[in-house]
């Protein structure tokens, strides 16, 4: 949380920004959208060594946007003072364009057209983000602005080619933020950074105004805390642009399960120093998906890594010399180093207008494999195999780079749409992601397939299995003695047996040992969250009898589970009726404040009953 000073007035503003919570706040008075871009700029300053912006929130950039904000009407305007954060490869009128380069940089007079629509729906662009330069590379490591760090472990990469902006939003400088994806952009720094990266499908977002990198496969993408927000942002900026010759008309449908989940037959290959860990994490997060109630089938992904080889090992790379060989060509020297080094091999002799050709042909044939496939389902594949430190990104930037792409370079030459979750965390700090691609009509299908993924918040059970848990110990003996101990846990809505997070507390370990309630001092609200999830909150004065489950947990596992529990949830002290106090859900009270007030119904049980 940040603490606002407005009129002598403090109020707090919490570090994770999603669209609704901004929107219950504003409705209610209780913030302004000038408080929250004074945060934002205070927070973008704190964080100035993190290099995630090339042109950072300002007042003077931000003002404009809230004077003009004050003539609107919030019911007219469906992101009415939401703000977000543009890659520095997408234009704000009026503000420059470096793409990552200092010297390429032009200052347009108009938005992309993605920002435009933005910006009309009543969304404020608070700066442009730092980024691999000319959005090539996926780690956020290829800036003369500067590597950006990860917004957890800030050793770590933060993913690229859309840095900047997946760290801003991690960072709660935006609610939500601009990427782009070529080859996996808006996929990769959504899984290091714990984000939801959404790609639409090739077109159906304007890409005027983008600076092409393959101006063919380029998509405009966002970043958020969940895939409400995303979406929220999506049908503001989907749409076909009548002054964008690569736009065209493709809806989404309202969101619906998949026939059937398509997963990798075989095993997957993994790198960097957390392998054996994300290997581990992709394996639980096969499991939860085998317990969705799904059908599911396993098929041959060696064809996606074919069509993903035409993109950097093929002719497509000539397409990124033919953007920017020009300026290249005219500024030898110039660019980052291994930057130029990619650039040029786009015109190597070897890529004529045969190969071209030759290469559109094999690649039309995996479309229509991939088609037939894909038909009423939905592909996962881990978002990434792997991370690097920065550090090791920098010895050996072209290895680390390309490792990165193998589950995303395929996507955009298929003509697939994309969305990347979080699935847990592979280490401590150390986020896992999972994508879910379909075919590009079908992207309600991914849609429906990622809500019910993320209902089952399989976060808990990944970072139960990681090493934090082993912190508690201080040797060989101590570790023996601590895998025995136990806490008792009191849960009092997902968790309990019967819901979907049940086996969230089974994969830790934990045992249920009886029915409870509270002490008479508690009031429970529904929280407005896709499941709903329930929100206890002590009362200094009144209150009810809430009815409740007690477990006991392993403390080898707590430590995990703690860690990965969302905001505005936690874990405190919960008074059971007997007045004893064990460790239990709690609901901090600036998000009960704006929730509804179930405390009557006297527990979960009767505000949400479990389906006979």
Not at 253 to 275: R, W
Request: hydrophobic share 45%; net charge negative; with cysteine.
């Amino acid at each position: 949380m940040t603490k606002i000073r407005e009129n002598g007035v403090d109020t707090e503003l919490a570090l994770e920004l999603t669209i609704s919570w901004l929107r219950d706040k504003y409705g209610k008075g209780e913030l302004t959208p000038h408080e929250v871009m004074a945060a934002i700029v205070q927070r973008a300053a704190d964080d100035a060594g993190m290099n995630l912006w090339i042109t950072p929130p300002s007042v003077a950039l931000i003002q404009p946007y809230l004077d003009a904000l004050a003539e609107r009407n919030p019911a007219d305007a469906p992101l009415w003072g939401i703000p977000f954060a543009i890659k520095d490869n997408i234009d704000l009128a009026g503000v420059p364009t470096t793409a990552g380069c200092e010297e390429y940089a032009y200052t347009p007079s108009e938005h992309a057209g993605v920002v435009e629509r933005l910006i009309a729906a009543g969304a404020i662009p608070v700066g442009k983000t730092n980024l691999d330069q000319f959005a090539t590379g996926l780690v956020g490591a290829r800036s003369p602005y500067g590597d950006a760090h990860n917004a957890l472990r800030p050793e770590l990469i933060s993913g690229g080619s859309s840095s900047g902006s997946a760290v801003a939003v991690a960072r709660g400088q935006a609610a939500f933020s601009l990427g782009t994806d070529t080859a996996g952009s808006g996929r990769v720094p959504a899984a290091l950074n714990r984000l939801v990266g959404y790609k639409p499908s090739l077109g159906a977002w304007p890409t005027k105004g983008v600076v092409p990198a393959c101006a063919s496969l380029d998509c405009v993408t966002v970043f958020a805390h969940s895939l409400d927000d995303a979406l929220a942002v999506d049908s503001v900026a989907r749409g076909l642009h009548a002054e964008d010759p690569w736009s065209r008309s493709v809806r989404r449908d309202e969101t619906k399960l998949p026939q059937t989940l398509l997963l990798p037959d075989g095993p997957l290959g993994f790198y960097g120093p957390y392998a054996a860990e994300y290997e581990a994490a992709w394996g639980r997060a096969v499991e939860q998906l085998q317990e969705l109630n799904l059908p599911i089938a396993y098929v041959d992904v060696t064809m996606f890594a074919q069509a993903a080889a035409i993109l950097y090992e093929g002719p497509w790379v000539a397409e990124r010399w033919a953007a920017l060989g020009g300026f290249i060509e005219a500024n030898p020297g110039i660019a980052y180093p291994v930057t130029e080094k990619i650039l040029r091999s786009g015109s190597a002799a070897e890529y004529d207008a045969a190969s071209v050709f030759q290469a559109m042909h094999k690649l039309q044939r995996f479309k229509l494999e991939a088609r037939k496939l894909l038909q009423g389902a939905v592909l996962v594949m881990p978002t990434c195999g792997g991370t690097w430190t920065r550090e090791q990104v920098l010895a050996d930037p072209i290895q680390t780079n390309r490792e990165m792409g193998r589950y995303t370079n395929h996507c955009n030459l298929l003509d697939w749409c994309a969305v990347a979750v979080p699935a847990g965390d592979a280490a401590p700090l150390t986020p896992f992601g999972i994508t879910l691609f379909g075919v590009a009509e079908e992207e309600h299908l991914i849609c429906g397939a990622a809500e019910l993924i993320l209902a089952g918040a399989s976060a808990v059970s990944e970072a139960a299995s990681a090493s934090e848990g082993a912190s508690v110990s201080a040797d060989a003996g101590a570790n023996a003695a601590v895998a025995q101990a136990t806490t008792l846990v009191a849960v009092c809505g997902l968790h309990m047996r019967g819901y979907p997070l049940e086996k969230q507390m089974r994969g830790c370990g934990a045992r249920f040992i009886r029915e409870d309630e509270t002490a008479a001092k508690y009031s429970l609200v529904k929280l407005p969250t896709t499941p709903a999830k329930p929100g206890l909150v002590k009362r200094e004065q009144g209150g009810a009898a809430i009815a409740l489950e007690v477990w006991e947990m392993p403390l080898e596992a707590f430590g995990g589970f703690v860690a990965a529990i969302p905001a505005p949830l936690g874990i405190g002290k919960v008074e059971l009726r007997d007045g004893t106090e064990v460790p239990g859900f709690v609901c901090e009270a600036y998000a009960a404040a704006g929730a509804e007030d179930v405390t009557a119904l006297g527990g979960w049980r009767q505000v949400v009953p479990l389906q006979s």
